[in-house]
């Protein structure tokens, strides 16, 4: 199985943006799939994932509704929406998978080591948010 996250680069505060996680291998329909980050200096975080049919997904209450998680699985894509962007978004955000999660549990947004919860990452792709 491999992730292939895309879409980040410079954006002004205020701006939106639209990060891609492209899934080859393994069907990606029956997979759980997440978004995390990681700033400079710091520790990932979880930012949000997404059950293997759309239809529940959980958020990391920092993000205050600004971020969407979507997917398609007819074209093994996971995306994420982001608006209202703010410096401190700044990070590399990472995709994540696992095909044994189909629903990830609402407990995800508090647990103490999210990551752990998927087997398979992508390289990550770099979101700087200039002020």
């Known amino acids: 199985v491999q992730l292939q996250a895309s879409g980040g680069g410079l954006v002004q505060a205020g701006d939106s943006l639209t990060l891609s996680c492209a899934v080859s291998g393994r069907a990606f329909s029956v997979y759980a799939m997440g978004w995390f980050r990681q700033a400079p200096g710091k520790e990932r975080e979880f930012v949000a994932t997404?059950?293997?049919?759309?239809?529940?997904?959980y958020y990391a209450d920092f993000l205050k509704g600004r971020f969407t998680i979507s997917r398609d699985n007819d074209k093994n894509t996971l995306y994420l929406q982001m608006s209202s962007l703010e410096p401190e978004d700044t990070a590399v955000y990472f995709c994540?998978?696992?095909?044994?999660?189909?629903?990830?549990?609402?407990?995800?947004?508090?647990?103490?080591?999210?990551?752990?919860?998927?087997?398979?990452w992508g390289q990550g792709t770099l979101v700087t948010v200039s002020s």
């Open positions: 994540a998978g696992d095909e044994s999660m189909w629903t990830p549990p609402q407990t995800i947004t508090t647990m103490k080591n999210p990551d752990e919860m998927f087997r398979h």
């Open positions: 997404i059950s293997w049919n759309g239809k529940t997904s």
